[in-house]
Nanobody, 119 residues
Framework: QVQLVESGGGLVQPGGSLRLSCAASGSSFSINSMGWYRQRPGNQRDLVALTTRDGTTNYADSVKGRFSISRDNAKNTVSLQMDSLKPEDTGVYYC?????????????WGQGTQVTVSS
């Protein structure tokens, strides 16, 4: 079993910055991809940023140039640096990891953290 714990988030004014972090804990696993997703009220959960084990990254068009995803494979953590925040970035942010355990891949989600961008 793997557990993901998120930290960060909160209330910030437009143009401000926040940093989200997500740490995986458990035993006998390796992590393939790590990503951050955003869910606005009444909407589905959409991909914000993704990083694979080899360091390849992918971003939603709406956050390119403003958000940066990074991972620490030794610590099993992924972070999302969010700069130049806009009101439309408001939502609940979830981290997701694709984890390999004994030859099989499993998907795990964090508990979600609220990000509110408002003046």
């Amino acid at each position: 079993q793997v557990q993901l714990v998120e930290s960060g988030g909160g209330l910030v004014q437009p143009g401000g910055s926040l940093r989200l972090s997500c740490a995986a804990s458990g035993s006998s696993f390796s992590i393939n991809s790590m990503g951050w997703y955003r869910q606005r009220p009444g909407n589905q959960r959409d991909l914000v940023a993704l990083t694979t084990r080899d360091g390849t990254t992918n971003y939603a068009d709406s956050v390119k140039g403003r958000f940066s995803i990074s991972r620490d494979n030794a610590k099993n953590t992924v972070s999302l640096q969010m700069d130049s925040l806009k009101p439309e970035d408001t939502g609940v942010y979830y981290c997701k990891m694709i984890v390999r355990i004994r030859g099989a891949n499993y998907q795990y989600w964090g508990q979600g953290t609220q990000v509110t961008v408002s003046s």
